[in-house]
């Protein structure tokens, strides 16, 4: 089929570079078409490399929600989702590497640091999401002590979230930056 629909471009474009005068042989226009499909291959990924970093932003910022969401109402939906949202964002990571322009060695630094913060992030929503589970069993249990105790870990762990979510989204834009 792939074969087929060469075939027929080829033709089509053989017949439109006679017909305008253009090309005086096959080889020429082979080589103009070839060219061609070429600058659009690097075209198509370049779009797909800028919309998958726009999509790891908004998957960061849609993680963010949901773990502020759970925080403040903890609710197995909303767990459910954080879990949803950060393997989501996990695949537009690896997108991102697969599709990194060539020769771009500041890129895949930016990227590898994003990822690794990405990596840290999620194990403090992680950590965050467990004290707030405990959390509610301490305020069930009537165990003042470590509910006080646990309340300044969250706001603690809060914190971190702001600083890697921040240190993230400013990666994704200057890997935006290192590519334009």
């Known amino acids: 089929m792939k074969k087929v629909l060469l075939v027929l471009v080829l033709i089509v474009s053989l017949l439109g570079s ?3 005068g253009r090309y005086k042989g096959y080889g020429d226009a082979y080589i103009a078409w070839e060219t061609r499909i070429e600058g659009s291959k690097q075209e198509l990924k370049m779009g797909t ?3 998958t970093l726009t999509n790891a ?3 960061v910022l849609a993680l963010d929600s949901a773990v502020v969401r759970f ?3 903890p609710t197995r939906e909303v767990l459910e989702e954080i879990t949803a949202r950060s393997n989501a964002c996990a695949v537009y990571w690896e997108l991102a590497s697969k599709y990194l322009p060539e020769g771009n ?4 630094r930016i990227l590898r640091e994003a990822k690794f913060e990405f990596g840290q992030w999620v194990m403090q929503i992680n950590h965050l999401t ?3 589970v405990i959390l509610m069993l301490a305020i069930q249990a009537e165990e003042l002590e470590q509910v006080e105790f646990l309340i ?3 706001r603690e762990g809060v914190e971190e979230l702001r600083f890697y979510r921040n240190r993230i989204e400013r990666l994704l834009f200057e890997a935006w930056d290192a590519d334009s």
């Open 71 to 73: 925080i403040s109402d």
């Open 105 to 108: 060695e500041e890129g895949v």
């Open 49 to 51: 490399y800028y919309m």
């Open 57 to 59: 932003r908004a998957c």
């Open 18 to 20: 006679a017909w305008a």
């Open 152 to 154: 300044n870990s969250i």
């Open 130 to 132: 467990e004290s707030r």
